[in-house]
């Protein structure tokens, strides 16, 4: 990665449960104080919270430039509704929604549902690809310039630019078209945390953002060459993949931390890499591994929403300003123009320009 | 009176040739409309659904306004840009499942303070179901009860909480739904968000009077609407609930002018413009089930009888229509009775194609100065033949304005409509209770 790669920057705006969108409507303000290219949501069917979704459409008008990514899962819920309200997210914030595809592997799960037993991870994560995939092709259904309005012809649309997508897959098929026309962005921005073995194959193949948990650069970066390389066997350009190290930070209330650095495995980020420190030294840390190639950026999820988030942006983010490393605004509207993503030509309408 | 919003959408109502049509996508329109209804202090803001676009021949019908976003994204965006207005989304019971959308309905709820609704329908044609996981699914018989359960599965759900602020387990086994766990949503400020339903048929009616705190019809004239008022009316008390909790809202359509000479003159206009040449086609299609594209609009009615089992249009919503053998046995309903009518009024007034779809397929519509229409609708509502209005705009998205602006003025004045919000939640407009808790 040439030194001048831009850095990119994304937090999460989740922690213990709130119920009013107040709340995540000031955190997500602060985030784009910070210029950071997007906001995320967790959101699981198995502990208290908001349909992470529905608040961020809430944000969406309180917020101006910010991205916007949800976490939506894949295992029960309709691949044509979760198309249709991602696409719906991205028309409400006028190109700035993406989604965090998440599965859910627990038997407390399946039973809230009622409609099949929990699976394996892998079958899961095969079954999420899936739905990325019957997704962007629904994206695509319609072609950018379906909607003619030809009052001489009386044609509201022409038709021959709406297309089925027919796609089976081995759990679920979609004939399509969709209902919710291209969204502004093309397709919305799709993250995959390509962490957990079962899940890297759909990252490499459908994510626009990665997310990697490291405790080091040279783990971080090997785990970069590994995405780029299973992308590019997709027939993938892999500069259009951007890899985040995902990093849970406790910003503690001192300027710096007697001992800063990486931990492995406290108890709060099972399996993922835990920083804590102040937020001068956190930008040592993302300066020191942008610069060496590790990674494109950094997902930050701040221990304590409030408190944290504060931090890193006026900290951490404010430094790495300072020294030129990181964007003082937003150049764009959207957020693949924050992510430096082009807007992806339509499948259809380039099978279209060959016949 | 109570009055609600519907965002014009997907149908031949909406007059897109119209150079002030806008788009029916942007956000900018579903915040201009909304604004607007909440400025005119209405109760709600109503989006209908359609999960897959009509088609004909297997050709998608490129005549109507399509595309819609999906609606509770939608409308949690609008709950940033409103402070009163309800929110009402109409949402399938048939192709989602209840703690999915129990959550999402009550996560609405939260997020609006309290002004959150659901209409719940029911369509599940097979072609409908070519989109989703279960594939075709649910004959006619299964939708209502399945819908019924959904609602009373929801209602579970949203009381799955203790008063203070912690999951309490719930179990439910059905005959449509085995589920069991903890909702991950406290109880939502109206308790649970208002329920509406569309259906007309007796099992649709059943439902509404067992379970629904609105009903949205099609009956918008006076006489039949006073029929359908009583009989749903009447069905309530066999569940032990009162008259007024229910409210009876027909969807109708209006035109203003300054005159009402002037305002039947643009209704004709309008008419002409929603009924094209091509759509008049494609509305006899829908009866005959044939391909009538050779005949001429301005020219007769065919003379052949239509194909009851046709499956030429889909996707379009049949309001009330029995099943394709029933309808060939019902003396109104069949296609081959509904095209005798049309042909017997084609030749009694001597009207063409075109003409005798404008004739046939208006709905109720007040048509008039302002103050003819808000008589009309005073009347109504005195006549027992609704307890208010779903109003749906011919334009998107100002097809509100001058209503909001020259009618609701005059039933302000005539004290039949409020003139400010006097509670925060959209059950606090339509004057209904809060649902007891059942902890
Ligand atoms: C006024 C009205 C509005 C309706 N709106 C919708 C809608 O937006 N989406 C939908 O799928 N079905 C809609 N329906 C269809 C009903 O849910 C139902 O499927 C249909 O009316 C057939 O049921 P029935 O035989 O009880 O009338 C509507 C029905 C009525 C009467």
New interface residues.
Partial sequence: MPATAPLHLAAEIGGP?R???GHYIGLARLAEHGALDFVTLGD????????A???L??????TGRIGLVPTVTTT??????VS??V???D??S?GRAGWNIDVSTTG??A?????RPAAPADELWREAGESADVGARLWDS?EDDA?I?D?A???????DK?HHVDFEGA???????A???RPPQGHPVTVVDGTSGPARETAARHGDVVLVRATAPEQAAAARADLRRRAAAHGRDPDTLRVLVALTVDLGDAETAPEPGLESGPPLAAGGSYYRGGPVDLAELIARWHRGGAADGFHLTPITPGRDLERIVNGTVALLQHRSLFRTFYPGGTLREHLGLARPANRYALEGGRA | MHLAAHFPGVNNTTVWADPRSRSQIDFSSFEHLARTAERGTFDFFFLAEGLRLRERNGRIHDLDVVGRPESLTVLAALAAVTDRLGLAATVSATFNEPYELARRLATLDHLSDGRAAWNVVTSSDSFTGENFRRGGYLDRAHRYTRAAEFVATARELWDAWTPDGAPRPFRHRGQHFAIEGEFTVPRSPQGHPVVIQAGDSPEGREFAASAADVVFTRHGTLEAGRTFYADVKARLAKYGREPDELKIMPGVTFVLGDSDAEAQERAAEIRRQQVSPQTALLALEQIWGRDLSSYDPDGPLPDIDPDPESSLVQGRVKHGDPSPSSRLRSSRGGPIAVAARWRALSEEKGLSIRQTVIETTGRQSFIGSPRTVAEQLTEFVAADAADGFILVPHLTPGGLDDFVDRVVPLLRERGVFRSEYTGPTLRSHLGLAEPVWKG
């Fill in positions: 449960p119920y009013d969108p699981s069917f198995a502990r208290p919270g908001l349909d979704l529905a608040v459409s809430r944000v969406a008008p309180a029960h819920t309709e691949p044509f509704h249709s309200a696409a719906t997210l028309w409400v006028r407390a799960e039973r809230l549902f009622g409609r319609w909607e309005r009052v012809t009386g044609r509201f649309i022409d038709r709406l759990s679920f098929s979609v004939r399509g078209p209902i919710v026309p």
